[in-house]
């Protein structure tokens, strides 16, 4: 790679990192704190402050609970799965929806059979995905994707509450958008377990710097509302920005990551999320775990499931397949 990219194990003072003490108390406080301020703005502060179980069906391979989420008088819904032929308390994966996306019944069902509870919202539900958007009160405050991030963690405080989910093994998924959302979440709030990141490019897992697809300009220009308005200062000036996304995904060491790429995603620059990756992983080495473990040269539709950084990239074009969720599904309930 030409380009110069941040130091991860460097402060912005100039000193070397050598602990894992050290990432969490410097470099990590560091991070966030730029990020915030120049790429996502700040994540809410609103509380879950109650909860309604508003409907209940018994389906074919899972008990369905619909939950409205009180947070401050502010209100959205989850929809969560949980499955009849496993003894409680179960793993549980949360996925965003982008704009009309819907659950899949079919992975559903699969997720079901493998042991997984699962939980759904709408982003549109939270905060709309529109230039002058509406819904939770702090989007006038923040990016759009903070907000959509913030409702990850509302509903984990929900699940601690139920007692059919385990709650110290939940996984957040996202794809496009919503992969960029859940790679911000996921450093926001420790708790989550494991974070996926489907065909996330510009803003999530590609790095800005030396990328052949979506760039500053493109993402700012169609969807600035998305990140903090200080993020379009950045708009053909990527080199100026001080942190890459390689040191987004290192907020979450130790933590297990997914990242997916897709071959017809030229926008998304799949070589960009590979190099991220590779760059992310010396973080991992500071707390005795590996991050990812990819070979040379990458094979399309095989699962690098080794380390604490997982990978795949799939045939076909930007979009998330039952597929990608075997390799989510086969690669949580092997680390659990």
Known sequence: MAERFPELLTTISGETIRT??????????????LFSAFEYGEVPKRQLTGFEITAAETLPYAVKKTVQ????????????????S??????AFIQILNLTEKENPEVIRYLAEMGFSSAFFSAETVVTDKPE??????????????????????????LEKEPQIDAEKVAIVGHSRGGKTTLW???????????????????GASLH????????????????????????????????LPFDQHELMALSAPRRLYITSATEDAWACPGN???????ASAAYPLYGKKG?????????????????????????????????????????????
């Open 292 to 336: 990812a473990v990819l070979p040379e040269e990458i094979k399309t539709g095989v699962y690098y499931h080794e380390g604490n950084i997982a990978y795949h990239r799939r045939e076909g074009k930007h979009d998330m397949t039952l597929f990608d969720w075997q390799g989510f599904a086969e690669y949580f309930k092997g680390v659990l």
């Open 185 to 203: 979440a996921f450093a926001n709030d420790p708790r989550f377990f494991l974070c996926v990141a489907n065909n996330s490019g510009c803003g």
């Open 273 to 279: 999320e590979v190099d991220a990756i590779r760059m």
């Open 133 to 158: 958007p509406t819904g939770l009160p702090e989007k006038d405050e923040t990016g759009v994707l903070s907000c959509w991030g913030w409702a990850f963690s509302r509903i984990l405080d929900y």
């Open 20 to 33: 894992a003490e050290d990432f969490e108390c410097f470099k990590k406080p560091e991070l966030k704190a």
């Open 69 to 84: 989420l009180d947070c401050e008088g502010f209100r959205f819904e989850t929809r969560l799965y949980l499955p009849l």
């Open 86 to 91: 496993q003894k409680s308390p179960v793993p």
């Open 209 to 240: 710097r030396g990328t052949t697809g979506e760039r500053v300009t493109d993402i700012t220009k169609n969807f600035g509302y998305w990140f903090c308005k200080k993020f379009a200062d950045f708009s053909g000036k990527e080199e100026m």
